[in-house]
């Protein structure tokens, strides 16, 4: 079973500054996602690392989003500058295996608020 | 586009009884399907899955069915028991979303005492 630290838990901003998020996998993993979920939505994928590659971020709006994944463990994910429409819960998960159907094990979330 | 749905936003149910939550996809390359529980202030969570192979998987008192040919899977709980309730997502993956999950808008399960 994964284990996924997820940090701050709750942050709220204002528009415009920037803010990031912290996903901090207990066990090692290749597969690294993050998900944005919006109220009454299912989580949307933004980013998909194996290892430390971006073998997906079709979704990461790039003119504000940015992501990276040190020696691939730990991962951040940035917002700069944020927007009200950026007011969402961030999700980190977990894959068992690279490159086939497999179950995601998601991190708690860190919720933004954006006024 | 959405992908996969989950038409009914709720779903209230007497504790002992069925929970039947249902859910549609259009994409008929999806090939493996799963449904997470999610709680306030929490990660969603694993519950079950089915590959497109298959037409049932069971786990206990949760049971999945996947219906090809309609495009439809449904998530079966027997006996429900009030700690269910919970948010569910059904979720799929499968030809150019290889190695993506897509879900569906969740549907809000209450069991009653």
């Known amino acids: 079973e994964a284990g996924v630290v997820q940090s701050p838990r709750y942050k709220i901003i204002e528009k415009k500054q920037p803010v990031a998020f912290w996903c901090n996998p207990i066990s090692g993993h290749n597969t690294l996602y993050w998900y944005l979920q919006n109220l009454g939505q299912g989580p949307e994928l933004l980013i998909r690392?194996?290892?430390?590659?971006?073998?997906?971020d079709s979704q990461l709006p790039k003119d504000r989003f940015s992501a990276e994944r040190l020696k691939g463990v730990d991962s951040t994910l940035k917002i700069q500058p944020a927007e009200l429409g950026d007011s969402a819960v961030y999700l980190c998960?977990?894959?068992?295996?690279?490159?086939?159907?497999?179950?995601?094990?998601f991190g708690p979330g860190t919720r933004l608020t954006v006024t | 586009d959405q992908q996969v749905k989950q038409n009914s936003p709720s779903l209230s149910v007497q504790e002992g009884r069925i929970s039947i939550l249902n859910c549609d996809y259009t994409n008929s390359m999806f090939d493996y399907f799963l449904w997470y529980k999610k709680y306030p202030a929490e990660g969603p969570t694993f519950l079950i899955s089915?590959?497109?192979?298959?037409d049932k998987n069971e786990d206990g008192r949760f049971t999945v069915f996947l219906n090809k040919s309609a495009k439809h899977l449904s998530l079966h709980i027997v006996p429900s028991q009030p700690g269910d309730s919970a948010v569910y997502f059904c979720?799929?993956?499968?030809?150019?979303?290889?190695?993506?999950?897509?879900f569906g808008q969740g549907t809000i399960l209450t069991v009653h005492p």
């Open positions: 979720a799929a993956s499968g030809g150019t979303s290889y190695g993506k999950l897509t």
């Open positions: 998960a977990l894959g068992r295996l690279a490159g086939g159907p497999y179950e995601q094990y």
């Open positions: 690392y194996e290892n430390e590659e971006a073998v997906d």
């Open positions: 089915i590959s497109s192979i298959k």
